[in-house]
């Protein structure tokens, strides 16, 4: 079990910046890959950044260039910093740890599952 809780939405004006901070603690060493994901009333959860253990990140055309996805292991955060906002950026936006756990059973299975922050609003607006 991996809990998140996530800080750092607020209303911001086009082209401005702001950071999110995602906290971690559970867990841990079941993670694999980190995410930040963004979603608008009446549409779906929609991919923005992925970090994996190995470092490499990923991210949606629409936010190339624009944001970046940083892991600090020592402090237990995820951190997406986010530039040149865009009034489409406007949504709410979930941070999301995928785990693989080993599980006791005969062959032992493994389990993979993704755990979800409670979202936090991040509002671009003049």
């Known amino acids: 079990q991996v809990t998140l809780v996530e800080s750092g939405g607020a209303l911001v004006q086009p082209g401005g910046s702001l950071g999110l901070s995602c906290l971690y603690s559970?867990?841990?060493?079941?993670?694999?890959?980190f995410g930040w994901y963004r979603q608008v009333p009446g549409k779906s959860r929609d991919m923005v950044a992925e970090i994996a253990a190995t470092g490499n990140a990923v991210y949606s055309d629409a936010v190339k260039g624009r944001f970046a996805i940083s892991r600090d292991a020592a402090k237990n955060t995820v951190h997406l910093q986010m530039n040149n906002l865009k009034p489409d950026d406007t949504a709410v936006y979930y941070c999301?740890?995928?785990?693989?756990?080993?599980?006791?059973?005969?062959?032992?299975?493994?389990?993979?599952?993704?755990?979800w922050g409670q979202g936090t609003q991040v509002t671009v607006s003049a």
């Open positions: 559970g867990n841990i060493w079941s993670i694999h890959t």
């Open positions: 999301k740890a995928a785990t693989a756990q080993v599980d006791a059973g005969f062959p032992p299975d493994i389990r993979y599952d993704n755990f």
